[in-house]
Structure formats: C-alpha cells, structure tokens
T-cell receptor, first 110, second 115 residues
C-alpha cells in the first residue's frame, strides 16, 4: 500500500463548478496535511494546510480532514480555468517525514 | 526575501558522465529535500536532510546517486555515470521542520537531459 494515494485523473469540471480532490494516507499517526498546486512546467506551491479534523476554508478553497477515515480532501468552489493544474496531497507522517501523493490533474473547462 | 535557488537550471550531458546539482535553501531552514519528477509524473522522493541527523537516503534509486549537505545549508546531489533514464527535473525543497506546519518551499528545479 502506498503511503499517500490520490486519483490521478484527469478530473474535468466546467467553469464555475465545484472541483473535489481526494487523498488517503496510510500512517494513522500522521500529523499535518498539505495541498500543493503545480502548474505545468513549474514547481509546486502550497495552497492549503490543515491539521485538525473538520474543515478549513481559505477563499474558494476548503480543505477537509477526517483522521478516523485517514482521508483529506480539497474542494475548489467556482472553479476557474486558472485553477487547471496538478494538485499534490502531502502528509507529514508520525516519523516526521513529508510524503507526497502522485497528484491529481485538474482541468477546468471554460 | 530570497527563496530556494538551484543551479544549473538546465543541464545536458552525455551518458556515462557525472553531474552535480546544487541547491541553496532558504536561510535558517533546517530541513532539505531532493525530489525527482519525470515528465507528467509525480514527485519521487530521493533524500531528506534534517539538521545534524543522518540523512534519510531511502529514496535514492541506485548507488550512482549521492548527496551531501555542507554546514547545514547548501546541498549537492551527484549522479555518477548518468543514464538516459536519469533525465528528469530535479527539485529541491527546504522547510522549518520543527513545526507542525512544515511548509516546503520549492526551488525552480534543474532540468537534466542525458543524451
């Protein structure tokens, strides 16, 4: 079992819709959870961080964490074409190492 | 402020040659990661340095790969006897690892092409 898993996509949503990205992890003692965005040909950049169960909202982005289910998600409301990118889930494990998932490619169709 | 820098930005080499890739992390960051990313693929973890601890080398794909971090700052990733399958973007990231919010800041990467 891979430590951090994501659907590879591509996920296509129409402009203005909600995009839902999912991530599961294997280390139950994991501490912190991150979503990075990577545009084609660019380096990843952090967009959201969450460490408590529940929801965390930042503008159009909402991160949701369920530690019991070992599941973290990212919702993007009112999706824009500029949101088209690969979204990487990352987990800081109980042994203090950050592990990245394989990423989900998102395409927002105008 | 200065971010993570990497050099060279692009490197073209012949199969069998050695290459050195450099990473300058953000000043004060205790953790430094190296990743490899092939075209259209995810991040492949290579090696992790944290303070004065022994590095986590579990991601290095073969003994042709090595890395060092001098003085807890600059890091060099060395690939000996390069192969065509080593062609990829090599990304370096640094962070303040002693916080729960361990945001990794990535450099622009080195694009390596082995002919």
């Amino acid at each position: 079992q891979k430590e951090v898993e994501q659907n590879s996509g591509p996920l296509s949503v129409p402009e203005g819709a909600i995009a839902s990205l999912n991530c599961t992890y294997s280390d139950r003692g994991s501490q912190s959870f991150f979503w990075y965005r990577q545009y084609s040909g660019k380096s990843p950049e952090l967009i959201m961080f969450i460490y408590s169960n529940g929801d965390k909202e930042d503008g159009r982005f909402t991160a949701q964490l369920n530690k019991a289910s070992q599941y973290v998600s990212l919702l993007i409301r009112d999706s824009q074409p500029s949101d088209s990118a690969t979204y990487l889930c990352a987990v800081k494990t109980s042994y203090d190492k950050v592990i990245f998932g394989p990423g989900t490619s998102l395409s927002v169709i105008p | 402020g200065a971010g993570v820098s990497q050099s060279p930005s692009n490197k073209v080499t012949e199969k069998g040659k050695d290459v050195e890739l450099r990473c300058d992390p953000i000043s004060g960051h205790t953790a430094l990661y190296w990743y490899r990313q092939s075209l259209g693929q995810g991040l492949e973890f290579l090696i992790y340095f944290q303070g004065n601890s022994a590095p986590d080398k579990s991601g290095l794909p073969s003994d042709r790969f090595s890395a060092e971090r001098t003085g807890g700052s600059v890091s060099t990733l060395t690939i000996q006897r390069t192969q065509q399958e080593d062609s990829a973007v090599y990304l370096c990231a640094s962070s303040l690892a002693d916080t729960s919010q361990e945001t990794q800041y990535f450099g622009p990467g080195t694009r390596l092409l082995v002919l």
